[in-house]
Structures are given as C-alpha cells and as structure tokens.
C-alpha cells in the first residue's frame, strides 16, 4: 500500500507528484528545491542559502513521514555548477551526519533556476 506524505511546512509539488510516497517500509521524497513554503518564494543568494533552505524542506517532509534525517538512506543531489560542490557539502553535512550514500551531478538547468535540488529515500522509524 502506498501512502503519500503532504506538508504545507515544506513547498508543495510544483507539478503532477506528490512530495513524499511511502511504501514497503521507506519514504521516497521528491526532489526539493530552495522554496520557502510560506512564501512560495526562492530562497535567495548563494549555494549555502539555497542549499539550507532545501535542507529544511527535506526535514519538513521527513517530519511528516514519521523519521528523521538520520534514517536516510539515499540521497540524490543536482547542482547547478559543480564549482558549488564543495560549500553545498559544507551545508549538506551538517544535516546529514549519518553520511547516507548518495549520488552528486552538476545539471544544465533546475526548476525555476535554483542553484540545487536533493532528494531522498529513507528508512521508516519504528
């Protein structure tokens, strides 16, 4: 059965997806871009700007799930320039201190020209 996660604490979908999906015991968390939910607002400035907001609206829908940070899994991580690599970790590492694996690319183009977008799969709490 699959159940799907909805926050207004964290952007909702800008398209025809849900912001979470659990299923088989794991959450899969579309990907988050640098919204500001209560806003509808981009987050701006630079890659640590951005990628802390992205950051908060991840720990939104995890809330929501029922697990936490710690419990992921699997990230995927989108830049706009690879040469953000290094201070978008030096946010992401603050968040995810379990060092979940994860795939890292530099992309063409984002939604609405963001800097960067992550998603993630995570383990259910019990």
């Given at each position: 059965m699959l159940k799907k996660v909805a926050t207004d604490k964290a952007p909702a979908a800008i398209?025809?997806?849900?912001?979470?999906?659990?299923?088989?015991?794991?959450?899969?968390?579309?990907?988050?871009?640098?919204?500001?939910?209560?806003?509808?607002?981009i987050a701006e400035g630079d890659i640590t700007v951005q990628a802390k907001q992205v950051m908060e609206n991840i720990g939104e829908i995890l809330k929501e799930a029922g697990t936490d940070y710690e419990h992921v899994v699997k990230t995927t991580c989108f830049?706009?320039?690879?040469?953000?690599?290094?201070?978008?970790?030096?946010?992401?590492?603050?968040?995810?201190?379990?060092?979940?694996?994860?795939?890292?690319?530099a992309v063409k183009q984002l939604p609405k020209n963001v800097l960067c977008e992550v998603e993630i799969i995570a383990c259910m709490t019990e």
């Amino acid at each position: 059965m699959l159940k799907k996660v909805a926050t207004d604490k964290a952007p909702a979908a800008i398209g025809p997806y849900s912001q979470g999906i659990i299923a088989n015991g794991f959450l899969f968390a579309s990907g988050q871009i640098p919204i500001i939910p209560a806003t509808g607002a981009i987050a701006e400035g630079d890659i640590t700007v951005q990628a802390k907001q992205v950051m908060e609206n991840i720990g939104e829908i995890l809330k929501e799930a029922g697990t936490d940070y710690e419990h992921v899994v699997k990230t995927t991580c989108f830049l706009a320039d690879m040469a953000d690599f290094g201070a978008f970790n030096g946010v992401y590492e603050k968040y995810f201190t379990g060092k979940p694996a994860r795939s890292c690319v530099a992309v063409k183009q984002l939604p609405k020209n963001v800097l960067c977008e992550v998603e993630i799969i995570a383990c259910m709490t019990e």
